[in-house]
C-alpha cells in the first residue's frame, strides 16, 4: 500500500476507535457546563454542544449565566472558583484563559489534541490563545467577526439612504434614516456594547497598525493620541443615532429592533445573526451585512473557547476529554455555527451550508489573515486582560453617556486607566 494511503488508513482506524471508546464509555460522566449562551441563537447553539455530548453517554449539566459579553458569568465563575468548585468547563476566552491557567485552574488537554491532530486542524492564531506555556487548555468552538455592520434594507430604502462604507456616508444614512422616523442605530447601553461601537469606530480611524499599538501593546501616545480623540469625537456623534430608550437593553431586543425595522443598522458581531436565523430570516438579503464603516478587509477576531478545569473524578475526567472532541468534530462545528452565526474555528470546513455573511467572513478571516489585517478583538477579551478591558469598559461608557465629556480629557484618561489596569 502507497505511503500516504497507508496513513490515511491508519488515522481513519485510529479515529473509529477512539470514536467507539468516546460513544460507548466504560464510565460515564458528567461535565457542568459554564456559559452565558441565552439568547434564541445561543441558546440553539449551547443545546448542540449538551445533545452531543449526551449522545456518547455522558451526561451535561447546564450552568447559564444571563449577560451578554459574559461579565456576569466571570463574576460568578470566580465565586465558584475561589469556593474551590469549579465547573467542568467554562466560557473563557483569549488572554484569561493565560490567567486562568497561571493560577493553576486549568488542566491539560494534550492527549485529546494530539490524538485529534488539532495542530494541524486549528490555524496558529488560534491555537496560540489555547495553549498556556505550549500546552493546550482550552477548545476553541468558533471564530466570531466583531466589526460587521447589521442593515434593514427596507428601512434603509424607505429612507432612501444607501449602504455606507465611511464614516461620512455612515453619517449621511444615519441622517436620513432619523428624518424618516426611524432609528438610526439599534444599540443596548451596556458598556460591553459600547466598547463594541467604540472598537469599530476606532478600527477607521487608528488602523490596524495604531490599533495594534493602542489595544493590544497598551502604548500611551497612541492611547491619547489625535487619532484617539478623533474616534471618540466620532462615538460622541453616534449618541444622536440611538433611542432614548436604549439605556440597559440587552443585545438581542436592539438585533429584534433592527429585524422589525424600528432602527436602520446596528452595530454588533456576527452572534446577532444567530438572532437573525433563529426569527427565520435570511441574513445577506433580509438583512444585509457589511464591514462597519471603513474596515473592509479588516477582521476584529473574538473566538469563543471553553477552558477545562482540574477535577478529581476519573469518569468526570473521562466526560471532560469526550466533550473536548466533540467540540473539534466537523459536525459540531458545522451545526454549532450554522446556529450561532459565527465561523467554524477549522478552517478546512466545509462552508457550503452557510449562509453569504458566514462565507464572507471566513474568505475575509482568511485573507485578513495573509495581510496582516486580522487583530484581535478587545472589547471582547481577545486583546488584552479582563482587568484592561473593564478599566476602558468604564472610561467608555461614563464618555458616552456625558454629553459634555471631553474628548481630549477621555483620550488621556483612556491611556491612564490602561496604565493602571497592567
Ligand atoms: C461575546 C461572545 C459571543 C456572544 C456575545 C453576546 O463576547 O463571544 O459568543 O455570546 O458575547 O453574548
Same mark, same amino acid.
Given at each position: 500500500?502507497?505511503?500516504?494511503?497507508?496513513?490515511?488508513?491508519?488515522? /481513519?482506524?485510529?479515529?473509529?476507535?477512539?470514536?467507539?471508546?468516546?460513544?460507548?464509555?466504560?464510565?460515564?460522566?458528567?461535565?457542568?457546563?459554564?456559559?452565558?449562551?441565552?439568547?434564541?441563537?445561543? *441558546?440553539?447553539?449551547?443545546?448542540? /454542544?449538551?445533545?452531543?455530548?449526551?449522545?456518547?453517554?455522558?451526561?451535561?449539566?447546564? #450552568?447559564?449565566?444571563?449577560?451578554?459579553?459574559?461579565?456576569?458569568?466571570?463574576?460568578?465563575?470566580?465565586?465558584?472558583?475561589?469556593?474551590?468548585?469549579?465547573?467542568?468547563?467554562?466560557?473563557?476566552?483569549?488572554? +484569561?484563559?493565560? =490567567?486562568?491557567?497561571?493560577?493553576?485552574?486549568?488542566?491539560?488537554?494534550?492527549?485529546? *489534541?494530539?490524538?485529534?491532530?488539532?495542530? &494541524?486542524?486549528?490555524?496558529?492564531?488560534?491555537?496560540?490563545?489555547?495553549?498556556?506555556?505550549?500546552?493546550?487548555? *482550552?477548545?476553541?468552538?468558533?471564530?466570531?467577526?466583531?466589526?460587521?455592520?447589521?442593515?434593514?434594507?427596507?428601512?434603509?430604502?424607505?429612507?432612501?439612504?444607501?449602504?455606507?462604507?465611511?464614516? &461620512?456616508?455612515?453619517?449621511?444614512?444615519?441622517?436620513?434614516?432619523?428624518?424618516?422616523?426611524?432609528?438610526?442605530?439599534?444599540?443596548?447601553?451596556?458598556?460591553?456594547? +459600547?466598547?463594541?461601537?467604540? =472598537?469599530?469606530?476606532?478600527?477607521?480611524?487608528?488602523?490596524?497598525?495604531?490599533?495594534?499599538? @493602542?489595544?493590544?501593546?497598551? +502604548?500611551?501616545?497612541?492611547?491619547?493620541?489625535?487619532?484617539?480623540? =478623533? *474616534?471618540?469625537?466620532?462615538?460622541?456623534?453616534?449618541?444622536?443615532?440611538?433611542?432614548?430608550?436604549?439605556?440597559?437593553?440587552?443585545? %438581542? /431586543?436592539?438585533?429584534?429592533?433592527?429585524?422589525?425595522?424600528?432602527?436602520?443598522?446596528?452595530?454588533?458581531?456576527?452572534?446577532?445573526?444567530?438572532?437573525?436565523?433563529?426569527?427565520?430570516?435570511?441574513?445577506?438579503?433580509?438583512?444585509?451585512?457589511? @464591514?462597519?464603516?471603513?474596515?473592509?478587509?479588516?477582521?476584529?477576531?473574538?473566538?469563543?473557547?471553553?477552558?477545562?478545569?482540574?477535577? %478529581?473524578?476519573?469518569?468526570?475526567?473521562?466526560?471532560?476529554?469526550?466533550?473536548?472532541?466533540?467540540?473539534?468534530?466537523?459536525?459540531?462545528?458545522?451545526?454549532?455555527?450554522?446556529?450561532?452565526?459565527?465561523?467554524?474555528?477549522?478552517?478546512?470546513?466545509?462552508?457550503?451550508?452557510?449562509?453569504?455573511?458566514?462565507?464572507?467572513?471566513?474568505?475575509? #478571516?482568511?485573507?485578513?489573515?495573509?495581510?496582516?489585517?486580522?487583530?484581535?478583538?478587545?472589547?471582547?477579551?481577545?486583546?488584552?486582560?479582563?482587568?484592561?478591558?473593564?478599566?476602558?469598559?468604564?472610561?467608555?461608557?461614563?464618555? #458616552?453617556?456625558?454629553? %459634555?465629556?471631553?474628548?481630549?480629557? &477621555?483620550? +488621556?484618561?483612556?491611556?491612564?486607566?490602561?496604565?493602571?489596569?497592567?
Amino acid at each position: 500500500m502507497p505511503k500516504t494511503r497507508l496513513n490515511t488508513a491508519l488515522r /481513519l482506524a485510529s479515529a473509529c476507535v477512539l470514536g467507539l471508546s468516546l460513544a460507548n464509555p466504560a464510565h460515564a460522566g458528567e461535565v457542568e457546563v459554564l456559559h452565558w449562551w441565552t439568547a434564541g441563537g445561543e *441558546a440553539k447553539s449551547a443545546a448542540v /454542544l449538551a445533545d452531543m455530548l449526551k449522545a456518547r453517554g455522558h451526561s451535561w449539566k447546564d #450552568f447559564a449565566v444571563a449577560g451578554g459579553g459574559g461579565e456576569s458569568a466571570m463574576t460568578v465563575l470566580k465565586t465558584r472558583a475561589v469556593a474551590g468548585t469549579p465547573p467542568a468547563a467554562a466560557q473563557i476566552k483569549g488572554l +484569561d484563559i493565560q =490567567e486562568w491557567a497561571k493560577l493553576g485552574f486549568l488542566t491539560n488537554l494534550d492527549s485529546v *489534541a494530539a490524538a485529534e491532530q488539532w495542530d &494541524t486542524l486549528l490555524p496558529g492564531v488560534i491555537t496560540q490563545v489555547m495553549k498556556y506555556q505550549g500546552h493546550y487548555v *482550552a477548545v476553541p468552538v468558533n471564530v466570531h467577526r466583531v466589526n460587521w455592520l447589521w442593515i434593514n434594507p427596507k428601512a434603509l430604502a424607505k429612507a432612501g439612504a444607501s449602504v455606507p462604507t465611511n464614516w &461620512t456616508e455612515f453619517v449621511a444614512a444615519a441622517e436620513k434614516l432619523q428624518a424618516a422616523g426611524i432609528i438610526p442605530l439599534a444599540h443596548g447601553g451596556q458598556p460591553w456594547q +459600547d466598547a463594541t461601537v467604540f =472598537e469599530a469606530i476606532a478600527l477607521e480611524v487608528l488602523g490596524i497598525d495604531d490599533y495594534r499599538k @493602542a489595544f493590544v501593546m497598551h +502604548d500611551s501616545a497612541t492611547l491619547k493620541g489625535p487619532k484617539m480623540v =478623533e *474616534a471618540l469625537t466620532r462615538f460622541a456623534q453616534v449618541r444622536q443615532f440611538i433611542d432614548k430608550n436604549s439605556a440597559g437593553r440587552d443585545w %438581542n /431586543l436592539a438585533t429584534g429592533m433592527l429585524l422589525r425595522g424600528e432602527a436602520g443598522m446596528q452595530i454588533m458581531g456576527d452572534w446577532a445573526k444567530g438572532e437573525i436565523t433563529a426569527a427565520g430570516m435570511v441574513p445577506g438579503k433580509d438583512i444585509l451585512c457589511v @464591514a462597519t464603516p471603513g474596515t473592509a478587509g479588516s477582521f476584529t477576531f473574538n473566538i469563543d473557547s471553553f477552558a477545562f478545569f482540574k477535577l %478529581n473524578s476519573d469518569d468526570d475526567q473521562t466526560a471532560q476529554r469526550a466533550l473536548a472532541s466533540t467540540i473539534l468534530t466537523p459536525e459540531f462545528q458545522e451545526v454549532f455555527n450554522l446556529n450561532k452565526g459565527s465561523i467554524p474555528a477549522r478552517l478546512d470546513s466545509d462552508m457550503s451550508k452557510f449562509d453569504s455573511c458566514a462565507q464572507d467572513s471566513m474568505a475575509t #478571516f482568511k485573507s485578513a489573515n495573509a495581510e496582516g489585517k486580522l487583530v484581535p478583538s478587545w472589547s471582547h477579551g481577545l486583546a488584552t486582560t479582563s482587568q484592561v478591558q473593564g478599566a476602558l469598559y468604564d472610561v467608555l461608557t461614563k464618555f #458616552f453617556n456625558d454629553k %459634555n465629556a471631553d474628548p481630549v480629557a &477621555t483620550a +488621556d484618561l483612556m491611556a491612564r486607566a490602561v496604565r493602571s489596569a497592567q
